[in-house]
């Protein structure tokens, strides 16, 4: 099993521009769940997943959508992207009622110039 | 809201010493506790949890007692290694139907030769 996959590992960017960062698990896991990692800050979550064709609002969702394409696929999106979105960018799975414990990908590093 | 409030960091210490990180948090009801750790380039994995009171969750020679009177979820170890340098996370879910993590901001471990 690969776990939590995710992809770029690393992406630049210019102000303004756009970008999709992919997850995808093989774990069947019913929710996933994006976060942003910033120094000092622990990971705060962007959105979440709780089953397929859901997705709710996490901590700090402005500036981000999310497309929860099939039961394996939660994608991130930046339409317009700032500086401020500078970060580090895990998706996570857990199983439903499997008292949250959660499996991380490698994470995406995205600077924004 | 929910928090979770760690010690600062970085913890220097040399090998085979003991190790402690504190770890407090805030909630509702009863939340679930975990320690996650980050190695270097590396996404999060799970190192231990609890989810009541009194419960002790160890792993890998690191334990750690969720203390519901003192809302502490302390990590220790008695004799660390090199190979335990890394990030952790103290962590908390208030086990509604959301299940996203709270997360600490993390204190690094460096343990030296």
């Known amino acids: 099993n690969a776990g939590v996959t995710q992809t770029p590992k690393f992406q630049v960017l210019k102000t303004g521009q756009s970008m999709t960062l992919q997850c995808a698990q093989d774990m069947n896991h019913n929710s996933m769940y994006w976060y942003r990692q910033d120094p000092g800050m622990g990971l705060r979550l962007i959105y979440y997943s709780a089953s397929e064709g859901t997705t709710d609002k996490g901590e700090v969702p402005n500036g981000y959508n999310v497309s929860r394409l099939n039961k394996r696929e939660f994608s991130l999106r930046l339409e317009s992207a700032a500086p401020s979105q500078t970060s580090v960018y895990f998706c996570a799975s857990s199983e439903k009622g499997a008292m949250n414990e959660q499996f991380f990908g490698p994470g995406t590093r995205l600077t924004v110039l | 809201g929910n928090s979770v409030t760690q010690m600062e960091g970085p913890v220097t210490l040399s090998e085979e010493a003991f190790l402690t990180i504190n770890c407090t948090y805030t909630?509702?009801?009863?939340?679930?506790l975990f320690w996650y750790v980050q190695y270097p380039g590396e996404g999060l994995q799970l190192l231990l949890k609890?989810?009541?009171?009194?419960d002790k969750g160890s792993n890998k020679g690191f334990e750690a007692t969720y203390r519901k009177e003192t809302t502490s979820f302390h990590l220790e170890k008695g004799s660390v290694q090199v190979s335990d340098s890394a990030v952790y996370f103290c962590a908390l879910s208030d086990n509604t139907g959301r299940r996203a993590l709270t997360f600490g901001s993390g204190t690094r471990l460096q343990v030296q030769p």
């Open positions: 909630a509702t009801g009863y939340p679930s």
């Open positions: 609890a989810t009541k009171a009194d």
